[in-house]
Nanobody, 126 residues
Framework: QVQLVESGGGLVHPGGSLRISCEVRGANFRTYTMAWFRRAPGKEREFVATIRAGSQHTYYADSVKGRFTISRDNAKNTAHLQMNNLNVDDTAVYFC???????????????????WGQGTQVTVSS
């Protein structure tokens, strides 16, 4: 059984930083493209960032480009999202996702991913 376990969410002031993590259990982590999505209050789930399995190429939503960094540690079966210069619009529940067979055109599509974590709350507030 594949499980994605997120950690690291919390409360941070505007301009602050936070790192959230996602450990994958029960799957060959190296073969999965990993992604982060988020759902803000009253809004639809939206793509944040993704990192490919082999090439480790990364892609970001325009709203987080230059502030967020996605990475992966294949030895620890863990993906990370480093979030800097956070603002109130980043407040959301953040979900990690894993997908085995993605193509370029589907990287930002939540329906392309096979497994999901339970979500971790990130709140940006003064």
């Amino acid at each position: 059984q594949v499980q994605l376990v997120e950690s690291g969410g919390g409360l941070v002031h505007p301009g602050g930083s936070l790192r959230i993590s996602c450990e994958v259990r029960g799957a060959n982590f190296r073969t999965y493209t990993m992604a982060w999505f988020r759902r803000a209050p009253g809004k639809e789930r939206e793509f944040v960032a993704t990192i490919r399995a082999g090439s480790q190429h990364t892609y970001y939503a325009d709203s987080v480009k230059g502030r967020f960094t996605i990475s992966r540690d294949n030895a620890k079966n863990t993906a990370h999202l480093q979030m800097n210069n956070l603002n109130v619009d980043d407040t959301a529940v953040y979900f990690c996702a894993a997908g085995a067979r993605l193509i370029m055109s589907t990287l930002a599509s939540h329906s392309a991913y096979d497994y999901w974590g339970q979500g971790t709350q990130v709140t940006v507030s003064s």
